[in-house]
């Protein structure tokens, strides 16, 4: 996948990328109206489908909503990369099939509107707009296999169907 | 090498002898946890797995407490959700309005939450029942949605950070304020991915709800878990109130820390929190002059009986500052009920404070006091993110039941010294 950046900074709390307020759904098209609306107020009109995020240290600290990497997905954002993720929201986005990648160097380097090209099976991403190439670790086995069943859901299905036959 | 708290408990519920950190496993869990904004989503999620049952009816609880009593027409229909799921499915530990408390003073006080027990909860302080010594983590929707089909959870095993109390507690120095003095010397992130196990004088020598206040705010750490091992304190709270059998698990000998840190009493005085994060902790004679215009006290943080009798013993005979609205949110109908047989709710009312029936509502900005622009608040809750109990343009101070309520009194964040 490829496609452009929004740089966010440390700590993006949920509350700032979908505030509690809006919680009285869980409808991901009404919550995508919303993304990051507390952080950058005009975020949500200019963000475009295949677009990614890069933020730095802890991003999704806070509470444990789904609804902050559903509206994530529903709102167009192809992967989230960050220096580090909340152990929730890292949870959350493994469970509901949200791309996500830990690298300290890219989220670092990577600058918004810069270009990206991201491999998620290599977990290298590629800054088109720099030439620099960076490694994310890779998803242990056991999270890979939930990522390739497209989520918990899938994952748990596809169990209780194996454990059947 | 022996197994902490956090690595004995997933052990034994994966039916393992040894886990290290960085494992995964799955582990049974002992109760799964949901409320009216995460479990409609859980529900729906629930139903794309095809199953006709829930592992175990008397192994949920099903707590409509954020948006509660409803507050507008959406989120009536989310609690409406969680209603009939609890009927379809004859959910024992249903908590209807009326019956209900904020999830994590409830939990508790029900004997739902016991030492050596897994609990995970799609909310992200399920973490505060390991002040009874149970594993218990805040998760997402859709491992609620899967822990209600399968009776289990998927877990990394998490390397144990020790925090060490030496001393004694300093006067008004409660759970509350260690957990922010601590989340203050290691930032937001500190305990990433990590348990935290408490140890020492003070943490022995805390009440129960202080300790529950202190686990509550282990995820503002970043941390899966805080634990408490279990001693007297914590069977003399649980035996008579567990609805199931128990057995305590005790840390082992030469278990193995990434960390330990040491604090001592004397550097420990009242914490306040300033905007926007957990971690912008101060000593409460560092403050300065801030200003109020709202005090909250309450949440599953702080609303608990020992929370609302010093905010009383505060409070008693003396009037709400003419600028300030205070908010008094006890934490369960029991709470509420026992605080009226003691006269505490009038004393608060006789302040000229607020008394409401239990909800979390203004703790996340979802309604009963939200601010706005411009306006400040200090409450007894966990978090002062931007936008946190309103306008993105509105503030939050975090603090314990006693500075919240001098601090009320006074106009501006204060010491109780100051208004007794």
């Given at each position: 996948m490829q496609g452009y950046v929004w740089k966010f900074g440390?700590?993006?709390?949920?509350?700032?990328?979908?505030?509690?307020?809006?919680?009285?759904?869980?409808?991901?098209?009404?919550?995508?109206?919303?993304?990051?609306?507390?952080?950058?107020?005009?975020f949500p009109s200019k963000v475009k489908a295949g677009d990614m995020i890069v933020a730095l240290k802890n991003f999704g600290c806070g509470s444990s909503r789904e609804h902050a990497p559903l509206a994530i997905k529903a709102g167009g954002v192809a992967c989230v990369i960050a220096h580090s993720f909340a152990r929730i929201f890292y949870r959350n986005a493994i469970n509901i099939g949200l791309p996500i990648l830990e690298s300290p160097a890219a989220a670092e380097k990577i600058e918004q509107g810069h270009e990206i090209r991201v491999d998620l099976a290599a977990g290298t991403i590629e800054n088109l707009s720099?030439?620099?190439?960076?490694?994310?670790?890779?998803?242990?086995p056991f999270m890979q296999t939930i990522m390739d069943k497209g989520g918990l859901i899938g994952y748990v299905k596809w169990r209780l169907e194996s454990e059947q036959s | 090498m022996g197994m902490t708290i956090a690595e004995k408990i997933l052990a034994q519920h994966a039916g393992k002898d040894v886990v290290r950190p960085g494992e995964l496993i799955t582990a049974r869990v002992d109760m799964v946890l949901g409320n009216d904004i995460t479990s409609p989503l859980a529900i729906n999620e629930f139903k794309k797995i095809g199953v006709n049952r829930v592992f175990d009816k008397d192994r949920i609880a099903l707590v409509p407490d954020h948006f509660t009593p409803n507050k507008d027409i959406k989120s009536a229909e989310q609690s409406k959700?969680?209603?009939?799921?609890?009927?379809?499915?004859?959910?024992?530990?249903?908590?209807?309005?009326?019956?209900?408390?904020?999830?994590?003073?409830?939990?508790?006080?029900?004997?739902l939450a016991l030492p050596g027990e897994i609990i995970i909860g799609a909310d992200?302080?399920?973490?505060?029942?390991?002040?009874?010594?149970?594993?218990?983590?805040?998760?997402?929707?859709?491992?609620?949605?899967?822990?209600?089909?399968?009776g289990e959870a998927w877990f990394k095993v998490p390397s144990t950070l020790k925090f060490v109390f030496n001393g004694k507690l300093q006067p008004w120095v409660s759970g509350k304020d260690l957990v922010l003095y601590l989340i203050g010397k290691i930032g937001v992130d500190g305990a990433l991915y990590r348990s935290m196990e408490f140890w020492g004088e003070m943490i022995s020598s805390l009440s129960m709800d202080s300790r529950l206040a202190m686990c509550n705010m282990a995820i503002e750490a970043g941390a899966k878990c805080g634990i408490i091992e279990p001693d007297q304190i914590t069977l003399d709270y649980v035996t008579p109130r567990a609805k199931r059998n128990f057995t305590p698990v005790y840390v082992d000998k030469d278990a193995e820390y990434e960390k330990v840190y040491t604090f001592?009493?004397?550097?420990?005085?009242?914490?306040?929190?300033?905007p926007h994060l957990p971690e912008n902790t101060r000593g409460i004679s560092e403050v300065g002059e801030v200003r109020l215009d709202q005090v909250v006290i309450g949440s599953c943080t702080n609303g608990r009986m020992e929370d609302l009798r010093i905010a009383a013993e505060i409070l008693r005979g003396k009037k709400v500052h003419r600028d300030v609205r205070l908010l008094i949110i006890p934490g369960t109908q029991n709470i509420v009920r026992q605080a009226m047989r003691e006269g505490l709710l009038e004393i608060f009312i006789a302040a000229e404070a607020v008394v409401s029936t239990p909800t979390c509502g203004p703790c996340l900005g979802g309604h009963m006091g939200i601010l706005a622009n411009g306006e400040r608040a200090l409450a007894t809750t966990n978090r002062n993110f931007v936008g946190r109990m309103g306008h993105p343009g509105s503030e939050v101070y975090l603090s314990n039941p006693a500075i919240a309520a001098a601090s009320a009194i006074a106009g501006k964040i204060?010491?109780?010294?100051?208004?007794l």
């Open positions: 440390n700590d993006i709390d949920t509350d700032a990328i979908i505030p509690a307020r809006y919680l009285n759904t869980s409808d991901p098209a009404e919550l995508a109206k919303h993304l990051m609306e507390d952080a950058d107020e005009s720099t030439g620099e190439i960076y490694q994310a670790a890779p998803f242990p | 959700l969680l209603r009939e799921f609890a009927r379809e499915h004859q959910i024992t530990y249903y908590y209807e309005v009326g019956r209900m408390g904020i999830e994590h003073a409830l939990l508790p006080e029900e004997g992200s302080h399920t973490c505060t029942y390991g002040a009874l010594g149970a594993m218990s983590t805040g998760v997402g929707s859709t491992d609620m949605a899967a822990a209600m089909a399968l001592s009493g004397d550097e420990i005085e009242p914490q306040v929190a300033f204060c010491a109780p010294g100051e208004v």
